[in-house]
């Protein structure tokens, strides 16, 4: 069995930052792919920012010079460090690790970037 346990969202005002974290646990021999995604109210579920097969990152142009993807093998954690946000940044955020094959996805954080 494996879990996710995301933290980290909250409200902040625009300009401001916050850290996003992504813990799995249990059985777990490789996690091949790891990524966040976000959905705003009323809009499909969107990608964020990822780890490719090859290791490399990937942003979508929204975010792209304000938010960093970074992981801790060790911890099975990715991390999401977002910067200089604004309000269309709020939306629930999910995480996604692919562990084994298999996908799995974080409860969702609320990020809410207002004034």
């Known amino acids: 069995q494996v879990q996710l346990v995301e933290s980290g969202g909250g409200l902040v005002q625009p300009g401001g930052s916050l850290r996003l974290s992504c813990a799995a646990s249990?059985?777990?021999?490789?996690?091949?792919?790891m990524g966040w995604y976000r959905q705003a109210p009323g809009k499909q579920r969107e990608l964020v920012a990822a780890?490719?097969?090859?290791?490399?990152?990937n942003y979508a142009d929204s975010v792209k010079g304000r938010f960093t993807i970074s992981r801790d093998n060790a911890k099975n954690t990715v991390y999401l460090q977002m910067n200089s946000l604004k309000p269309e940044d709020t939306a629930v955020y999910y995480c996604?690790?692919?562990?084994?094959?298999?996908?799995?996805w974080g409860q969702g954080t609320q990020v809410t970037v207002s004034s």
């Open positions: 249990g059985s777990i021999f490789a996690i091949n792919n």
């Open positions: 996604r690790l692919v562990i084994d094959s298999y996908a799995y």
């Open positions: 780890f490719t097969s090859v290791g490399r990152t």
